[in-house]
Nanobody
């Protein structure tokens, strides 16, 4: 099982921007074959979908982040990024990277450990 490692979380003021990144740690991982996604979990809430980028590059965003967040991937570097702009307090959560097939309805094969994003109002 591949290890996914997130980075880039932190504290940001409302209205600001932040970029979180996820890297696959195993060199033999066939990164390009996988759909990659970002999910988040706020305190007291269930984990929810933020954005998906398919193996072919198609993207899918949850309604609350449409127009504000952008997901991208670099298959050569085996990374997937989430650029977040116009952040609001409700974006505060632990953000998790995931790899799977047929996302968002399909199977997740691996999760990262999460990175905290805190938006101050």
């Amino acid at each position: 099982q591949v290890q996914l490692v997130e980075s880039g979380g932190g504290l940001v003021q409302a209205g600001g921007s932040l970029r979180v990144s996820c890297a696959a740690s195993r060199s033999t991982f066939s990164f390009s074959r996988y759909d990659m996604g970002w999910y988040r979990q706020a305190p007291g809430k269930q984990r929810e979908l933020v954005a998906i980028i398919g193996s072919g590059g198609s993207t899918n965003y949850a309604d609350p982040v449409k127009g504000r967040f952008t997901i991208s991937r670099d298959n050569a570097k085996k990374t997937v990024d989430l650029q977040m702009t116009s952040l609001i307090f409700e974006d505060t959560a632990v953000y998790y990277c995931a790899a799977g097939f047929g996302l968002p309805m399909g199977v997740i094969k691996s999760w990262g450990q999460g990175t905290q994003v805190t938006v101050s109002s």
